[in-house]
């Protein structure tokens, strides 16, 4: 059994600053590539940013600049810091984890249950 426990969503204005985190418990031996989804009221589910194992991020061009995905393998979490948050940031935003639960085994995703995160005045 693995969980991922997203943390760290709010209201905020805009301009500010929000940190996200995704930790994953539970049988988990390895963890391979994780990211960041969102999905905005009556949009499609994109891709915010996503980061290899060694490292290696990717974010979207919309948030390029702005916000920072990153990692701590030894705590098995993962992290979004998102800087000069505009309205159309607003969002429910999902981390992933590629995870393989015992040595023989390829990863599989596994989702959060999503952090709402809400930008306005």
């Known amino acids: 059994q693995v969980q991922l426990v997203e943390s760290g969503g709010g209201l905020v204005q805009p301009g500010g600053s929000l940190r996200l985190s995704c930790a994953a418990s539970?049988?988990?031996?390895?963890?391979?590539?994780m990211g960041w989804y969102r999905q905005a009221p009556g949009k499609q589910r994109e891709l915010v940013a996503a980061?290899?194992?060694?490292?290696?991020?990717n974010v979207v061009d919309s948030v390029k600049g702005r916000f920072t995905i990153s990692r701590d393998n030894a705590k098995n979490t993962m992290y979004l810091q998102m800087s000069s948050l505009k309205s159309e940031d607003t969002a429910v935003y999902y981390c992933?984890?590629?995870?393989?639960?015992?040595?023989?085994?390829?990863?599989?995703?596994?989702w959060g249950q999503g952090t709402q995160v809400t930008v306005s005045s």
């Open positions: 980061i290899t194992r060694g490292g290696i991020t």
């Open positions: 992933y984890a590629n995870i393989a639960t015992t040595p023989s085994t390829v990863s599989s995703r596994y």
């Open positions: 539970g049988s988990v031996f390895r963890i391979d590539a």
